[in-house]
């Protein structure tokens, strides 16, 4: 079974950067198409509450994010390190939240999915808090 696990996260003040990094210990990542994902203070909603952040297809050739953080974060992966990175600038208090890492192959090498549903396995996530 593959087992992610994302680190980097921590407090940052309104305006600074972090960088979060995915990586599993027992399989390569090269296969699999990534997505990152968040999910904001409050009760518990399981999966289907995570707000879908960015994706990075297996090929690395396609990149895509939500809105709210385009041209502030960006997601590589480096095959060779079997990891997988989101630097994240410009922080703002609304990307508080854990972050967690998702990877599923079988999709084609331009896949990049923003869907829950998508992905099977999951990360135990990594709280970014961002205030001042």
């Known amino acids: 079974q593959l087992q992610l696990v994302e680190s980097g996260g921590g407090l940052v003040q309104p305006g600074g950067s972090l960088t979060l990094s995915c990586t599993a210990s027992?399989?390569?990542?090269?296969?699999?198409?990534i997505g990152w994902f968040r999910q904001a203070p409050g009760p518990g909603k399981g999966r289907e509450g995570r707000?879908?952040?960015?994706?990075?297809?297996?090929?690395?050739?396609?990149?895509k994010y939500v809105d709210s953080v385009r041209g502030r974060f960006t997601v590589s992966r480096d095959n060779a390190e079997n990891t997988i990175t989101l630097h994240m600038n410009s922080l703002k208090s609304e990307d508080t939240g854990v972050y967690y890492c998702a990877a599923e192959r079988g999709y084609g090498i331009n896949f990049c999915g923003s869907s829950t549903t998508a992905f099977d396995n999951w990360g135990q996530g990594t709280q970014v808090t961002v205030s001042s």
């Open positions: 027992e399989f390569t990542l090269d296969p699999y198409t």
């Open positions: 707000d879908w952040v960015s994706c990075i297809s297996t090929s690395g050739r396609v990149t």
